[in-house]
Every structure is written in C-alpha cells, then in structure tokens.
C-alpha cells in the first residue's frame, strides 16, 4: 500500500513535511538563540546573571534541607595521602607571626575573645580521615585533627551566638573569606583543625587552625582563620562573589 511505504510519497507530501521540520527546527534555534541572550542581558546578582542566581539558589535550598546529622564516611589513617595536596593561597601568602596569631571571636560590638592555639588545644581533640572533595574535580583521602566546633562553641559559652543563621571566616589580612550555614557548622565532624598527619598543620595547610567541614566543598575549608563572626545575615563568602553557589555542599 502507498500510506505504509515512506518511498513511495508523492512529491507534495515530501515537499511539506520538508517545509514543517525546516520551520521546527527554525523555531527551536530562535528559542535557543532567545534564551541565550536573556539570561546574557539579565541584571547580575552576586556575579551570576539572575535566571542561573535563582537555579542556584532553589537547588540550595533543597540540598540545605536534606542536610542533617548523617556522618560523612571515614577511611582507616592508613589509606590517608601522606602527601596531602594544597590547592589555593588566597589569604595565606602574607607573613605570619605565629606568637601575635590570636583567632578573633567577634561576639558582639567591642566584644571580641582573643583565643591562643594553646586554648583551643587544651579541648577535646578528635581525628578522622575523610574523602576531601574540591570543586575543581581532584579529591583526596586525608586525615585531620582538632575540636568539634559544637564543642568550641560549648567551651567558650557561644550558645547564644550559634543561634544565628550563618559564621563567617576570614584571613588575618581578609584575602580570603567563607560564609557557612550554622547547621553545616554545627556538624559533628566540622572541626577548627590544627593537624594533619597528626603533626601541626604546614603553613600552605593553614596553620596554625583551618577549617575541616567534610560536609563541604573544598572552598569552605578555610585555612588561616584569623576572625569569625556570627549574622543572620550571609557574610560575605569570596567564590560566591564570583558566582558559585553559596552552600556549596557535598
Ligand atoms: N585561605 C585560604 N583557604 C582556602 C583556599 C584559599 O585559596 N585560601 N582554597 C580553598 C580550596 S579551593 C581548597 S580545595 C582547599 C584546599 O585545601 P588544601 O590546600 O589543604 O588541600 O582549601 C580551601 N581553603
Ligand atoms: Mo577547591
């Protein structure tokens, strides 16, 4: 039968189904061609054109929620790098004088705690190994050491200020800078690290206290904290300003 077999259409019929899936594919193009110069001519929010912002910010949201107290996985110390990688120095490039390093805990205005290495040292230490992940697609299993941040907020009776939404962190000399979500830091395995290897942390690891937050990228793993605050508000946080996503989470 002539309906059944493609080859035998006639001319005409031919002629328009050319016709139809010519102006779909117009169509389409135009779409693509469309779309591609609104999200281009959208206004930036924090250096992502606004349509690609609110795609970021829903799938925070989402992934904010499904965040609890589930412990990221640990490896035994042995299958640790003995040669951790270092990646980014943003903030740690300046001179240290490791006997003036205090870390700064802005309580409130004029009430800030100056706290020694040697303070934090004496609370109870924890160690674990974990898969560390960086967005710039390498990740490592490596073995760090310090306190619970939940145990230093304790310690130094933060409660109060671990109600607010948000800490943030940065350098001595504000280089660089993270804002993290208090649940993320309230995390049982986000630790104010001092070691690596069970030695002292280097100076391109972040010594004297980095940040380890398995529940993160990379990027909030803060090394050289110098000052932490606590907001409500989002602090400012040096790749979101770039145009990642702010939660940035694992
Ligand atoms: N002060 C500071 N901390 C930083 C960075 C940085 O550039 N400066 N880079 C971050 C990134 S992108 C990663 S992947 C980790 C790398 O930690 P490592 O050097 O211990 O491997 O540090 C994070 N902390
Ligand atoms: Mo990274």
């Known amino acids: 039968?002539?309906?059944?077999?493609?080859?035998?259409?006639?001319?005409?019929?031919i002629r328009r189904k050319t016709l139809v899936s010519i102006l779909c594919f117009c169509l389409f193009l135009a779409a693509v061609v469309l779309a591609w110069f609104w999200i281009k001519n959208s206004p930036k929010t924090s250096g992502a054109a606004q349509p690609l912002r609110t795609v970021l910010d829903k799938n925070e949201a989402l992934f904010g929620k499904t965040l609890d107290k589930q412990l990221t996985p640990v490896y035994p110390k042995e299958e640790a790098a003995k040669k951790v990688r270092?990646?980014?120095?943003?903030?740690?490039?300046?001179?240290?004088?490791?006997?003036?390093?205090?870390?700064?805990?802005?309580?409130?205005?004029?009430?800030?705690?100056?706290?020694?290495?040697?303070?934090?040292?004496?609370?109870?230490?924890?160690?674990?190994?974990?898969?560390?992940?960086?967005?710039?697609?390498?990740?490592?299993?490596?073995?760090?050491?310090?306190?619970?941040?939940?145990?230093?907020?304790?310690?130094?009776?933060?409660?109060?200020?671990?109600?607010?939404?948000?800490?943030?962190?940065?350098?001595?000399?504000?280089?660089?800078?993270?804002g993290i979500d208090m649940k993320s830091m309230m995390h049982p395995q986000t630790i104010l690290c001092y070691e690596v290897n069970e030695k002292p942390l280097p100076l391109n690891q972040g010594f004297p206290?980095?940040?380890?937050?398995?529940?993160?990228?990379?990027?909030?793993?803060?090394?050289?904290?110098?000052?932490?605050?606590?907001?409500d508000q989002r602090p400012p946080d040096y790749w979101y300003e770039k145009g990642y996503d702010y939660f940035t989470g694992l």
């Open 86 to 178: 270092v990646n980014g120095y943003y903030g740690i490039k300046s001179p240290l004088d490791s006997n003036e390093w205090r870390l700064k805990v802005v309580k409130g205005p004029g009430d800030t705690l100056f706290l020694t290495i040697d303070q934090l040292k004496e609370l109870p230490k924890i160690d674990f190994a974990f898969n560390f992940k960086c967005i710039e697609g390498w990740s490592q299993i490596s073995h760090w050491g310090g306190v619970r941040f939940s145990d230093f907020i304790k310690h130094f009776h933060l409660e109060e200020l671990a109600k607010r939404e948000y800490v943030g962190l940065v350098t001595p000399d504000k280089e660089y800078y993270v």
């Open 1 to 13: 039968m002539k309906e059944n077999n493609p080859e035998l259409l006639d001319n005409g019929t």
């Open 209 to 231: 206290l980095r940040l380890i937050i398995p529940v993160k990228y990379g990027v909030k793993h803060l090394k050289r904290i110098g000052t932490m605050t606590f907001s």
